[in-house]
């Protein structure tokens, strides 16, 4: 479903002595990810996994490289792909004056989804997440899990094949991850192909068929989680993240 091929992402950087350089956050990435297919990211802050997932969901071009979607070039064919696309943003960013029914009608228009087609599948996507009795409340009464949960109904209105997760599940509780995971799980059973980042391995390790670590910009390992445990001799995933980042960074990372 998606072809990565010589990613290559630079910026502008003024140095503390005043000279202008180009600074280097993603340099020739290559991987390709298969339909149904759970692809996690990891890596530390500063590896460059934001702006991977800023350049595969179009928010920034690429400085060189080459990103196709189920065959389709990102530079000619730039709206097909976004109607293939769902993303799942880190920070919460309904508009807050808006309930949670309103909040959908809204993003379902903007995908220009006809009435009785968009009513349906709000009301669907809801059931899915088990939120059908807050389709009145305002957004700001909503729980952090249940707006967590709210932003993958909002990803899913236009049916995407293709669903950007960015941290997911950050700063929420074990009980509620878990019912994300089993979302992110049932997803990709339906043949939608996940592309997952997150700072914490263990979630990575449960979900991932596949996980990518990057370092300074750079694909430093790609393998199942069961291939890295076997690779590199230890008992998680997260033994092999510190052994290819040199131990360096804490584990939350």
Not at 14 to 30: C, F, I, N, Q
Not at 69 to 96: C, M, S, W
Not at 163 to 186: K, N, S, Y
């Amino acid at each position: 479903m998606i072809e990565i091929e010589g990613l290559v992402k630079r910026f502008p950087h003024r140095t503390p002595d005043g000279r202008e350089e180009w600074k280097t956050a993603v340099d020739g990435l290559s991987f390709s990810i298969g339909k149904g297919e759970i692809f996690g990211l990891l890596g530390p802050n500063g590896a460059g996994k934001t702006t991977t997932i800023r350049m595969l969901t179009m928010q920034t071009q690429p400085t060189s490289g080459r990103i196709t979607y189920d065959g389709l070039g990102t530079a000619a064919h730039a709206q097909e792909i976004k109607r293939l696309i769902g993303v799942v943003p880190q920070h919460v960013n309904f508009d807050q004056d808006l309930t949670v029914g309103e909040n959908l009608e809204l993003h379902a228009r903007l995908h220009h989804i006809k009435r009785r087609e968009r009513e349906a599948r709000i009301r669907e996507l809801l059931a899915y997440v088990e939120l059908t009795d807050v389709i009145n409340d305002g957004v700001r009464r909503l729980s952090g899990g249940m707006k967590r949960r709210l932003l993958i109904v909002r990803a899913l209105i236009h049916r995407p094949r293709i669903l950007f997760l960015d941290e997911p599940t950050v700063a929420l509780d074990p009980q509620v991850r878990r019912r994300i995971w089993d979302l992110i799980r049932d997803m990709a059973s339906r043949g939608v192909t996940v592309f997952l980042t997150t700072h914490y391995i263990e979630e990575a390790e449960a979900l991932c068929h596949r996980v990518a670590m990057l370092e300074r910009g750079r694909l430093v390992a790609l393998d199942t989680p069961s291939g890295y445990r076997k690779t590199y001799h230890v008992a998680t995933l997260e033994d092999a993240f510190l052994t290819l980042t040199g131990g360096a960074h804490a584990k939350t990372l």
